[in-house]
């Protein structure tokens, strides 16, 4: 490697630009063979309950107040004592966290000793998504959606417990690019990994180094660069939230190499 102080100065931007790229530690993992395609995920109106059961795992709604606006949640809270690390996982484009957590992610039934948030978008144009930039206004408050996440992450630290230096947020489509492009980008370094699934990252510029795994179909028009792929379009299949459960786990354990 050439010392910095001999680099022309060509050669100095060029260095880092490769940085902002390689800091991104990529769970390189080449997955073709999910042939289950679903639709992007989009609920029933009526899936959000006070309280629901999944194959003995309970989730409850829990509710937020962000700027006089009611925020909600589907959460899963572990049964053990102790700090716990935490998952968020935003759904995507016109979906709710109730129907995108427990019937696409399902991450409470692979790591039941994490507490797990499925947070709800709010309506834009007629369509319930996340905040795309930073700054922006939804519902009259601006960065809602951020506020939103600190609401949510001040809760779970300081009533149950979430373990600050192990939190992991996972989005799907419009969920992964308020990751990408708002949370990354505000609070990278809050966070200890990242995952999304069909959603395109715009630039590194800014943002401080971040384990990610980035997750398409091979034929999503969405994310022509891709680090694991399946058979599939802009669909989610049944078989990557273990794969995304199992790269946060290898980030706790510092095991990737």
């Given at each position: 490697?050439?010392p910095?102080?001999k680099?022309?100065p ?12 390689l ?8 997955f073709s063979?999910?042939?289950?395609e ?15 059961t ?8 829990m ?7 009611t925020?909600q949640?589907?959460v899963?809270i572990?049964s ?15 979906g ?5 957590g427990?019937k696409?992610c399902?991450?409470e ?5 994490a507490?797990v ?6 309506t834009?144009?007629?369509?319930r998504?996340?905040q795309?930039k930073?700054g ?5 408050v601006?960065?809602?959606?951020l ?10 630290v ?7 230096s ?10 992964g690019?308020?990751?990408y492009n708002?949370?990354?980008t ?18 590194t ?6 384990r990610a795994?980035q997750?398409?179909?091979t034929?999503?028009p969405?994310?022509p660069d ?5 058979d599939?379009?802009?669909?989610y299949?049944d078989?990557?939230p273990?794969?995304?459960v199992?790269?946060?786990k290898?980030?706790v354990?510092?095991?990737?190499q």
């Amino acid at each position: 490697m050439i010392p910095s102080s001999k680099m022309s100065p060509f050669e100095k931007r060029s260095a880092v630009r490769n940085y902002q790229f390689l800091a991104i530690i990529i769970a390189a993992v080449i997955f073709s063979s999910c042939q289950k395609e679903v639709n992007n995920p989009v609920p029933p109106s009526n899936s959000v309950t006070s309280a629901t059961t999944s194959s003995a795992v309970t989730l409850k709604t829990m509710y937020w107040t962000v700027g006089g606006v009611t925020r909600q949640a589907t959460v899963y809270i572990p049964s053990t004592s102790g700090y716990h690390p935490i998952v968020f996982g935003f759904h995507g484009r016109g979906g709710t966290g109730a129907g995108f957590g427990p019937k696409y992610c399902y991450f409470e039934k692979n790591w039941s000793g994490a507490i797990v948030v499925y947070p709800t978008a709010l309506t834009i144009s007629g369509t319930r998504r996340w905040q795309t930039k930073v700054g922006q206004s939804i519902s009259g408050v601006q960065d809602m959606d951020l506020k939103f996440f600190d609401a949510m992450l001040s809760t779970f630290v300081n009533k149950y417990n979430a373990n600050t230096s192990q939190v992991f947020c996972h989005g799907w489509s419009s969920g992964g690019e308020f990751i990408y492009n708002v949370l990354w980008t505000k609070r990278g370094t809050e966070l200890k990994a990242i995952s999304t699934a069909g959603a395109a990252l715009g630039t590194t510029s800014g943002k401080s180094a971040l384990r990610a795994m980035q997750i398409a179909g091979t034929n999503d028009p969405v994310c022509p660069d891709i680090f694991l792929k399946y058979d599939g379009n802009h669909t989610y299949p049944d078989c990557v939230p273990p794969l995304i459960v199992k790269f946060f786990k290898e980030v706790v354990a510092n095991t990737i190499q």
